[in-house]
């Protein structure tokens, strides 16, 4: 599951980074913390580079939503898309194969369960200030005939480090090397490649540390550094 990034990125970073203008940058907020149900507009770049980076809605709306209530009701349980089934599932399917696009994120955060405690880690890709999930997206018509893109963040099964801390759900974002971005937004490539780019990446390519209760704290601005810093838990594990 991945449904708490940090895209504290400007506008020129992201433009450097995927070479590529952001649209409506004006209406774009950078942020140490983007939440799923906040439904926030986030950056993504699309397999049409030309097209450039461009903010679509987190939680996928498919194209047949039939109305405003089936839509809504669909994008809360569209954040992420499992890679096991993404190729089948009907809200997912078409998107995946043509509409695929990169999710830019500093970071992304997950929750250890230990005893009766949650304990917050934040978990960067080594040596990639910056890094792509892998995202698929699609456009729905709103009543007015307004377009709403959207998009949802693929997960796939944990790997060593990420089964520690994601001890319950065991799960973790697609995350691709920059050598397999254009790979993931190439148009026409089969399944078996696009299966073979959804593997987790291995556990020696992250970093991963604690992080302070800031983060579950709804009251606070959690948009700020203190977020991601170091924090150590009077607690003991095979990670601590």
């Not at 995927?18 to 942020?31: A, T, W």
């Not at 996928?60 to 349980?77: T, Y």
């Not at 997950?110 to 005893?115: A, L, S």
């Not at 993931?184 to 987790?200: I, N, Q």
């Amino acid at each position: 599951m991945c449904f708490t990034v940090n895209v504290n990125i400007i506008k020129e970073e992201l433009e450097h980074r995927y070479g590529s203008e952001l649209i409506d940058h004006e209406k774009y907020r950078p942020s140490y913390y983007y939440h799923a149900y906040s439904l926030p507009s986030m950056p993504v770049v699309c397999s049409d580079r030309n097209a450039g980076i461009r903010l679509f809605r987190w939680g996928l709306i498919p194209s047949w939503a039939a109305d405003e209530a089936e839509a809504n009701d669909i994008m809360f349980k569209t954040f992420n898309a499992r890679s096991e089934t993404i190729s089948t599932k009907p809200a997912f399917r078409d998107s995946f194969s043509s509409r695929r696009c990169l999710v830019p994120v500093r970071g992304f955060f997950e929750w250890q369960h230990h005893g009766g405690r949650k304990i917050p880690w934040y978990i960067t890709l080594k040596g990639e200030e910056i890094f792509s999930l892998a995202g698929i997206w699609d456009s729905w018509t709103m009543a007015g005939g307004v377009s709403l893109n959207t998009f949802s963040v693929v997960t796939t099964r944990a790997n060593s480090l990420m089964e520690e801390i994601h001890n319950t759900k065991k799960r973790m974002p697609v995350i691709l090397p920059a050598a397999a971005e254009g790979l993931w937004l190439r148009e026409g490539l089969v399944e078996d490649a696009l299966m073979a780019l959804m593997e987790p990446v291995g556990s020696d390519l992250l970093n991963a540390h604690t992080i302070s209760p800031l983060i579950t704290n709804a009251r606070a601005d959690r948009n700020r550094p203190e977020l991601i810093m170091p924090y150590d838990y009077p607690v003991q594990g095979t990670l601590f």
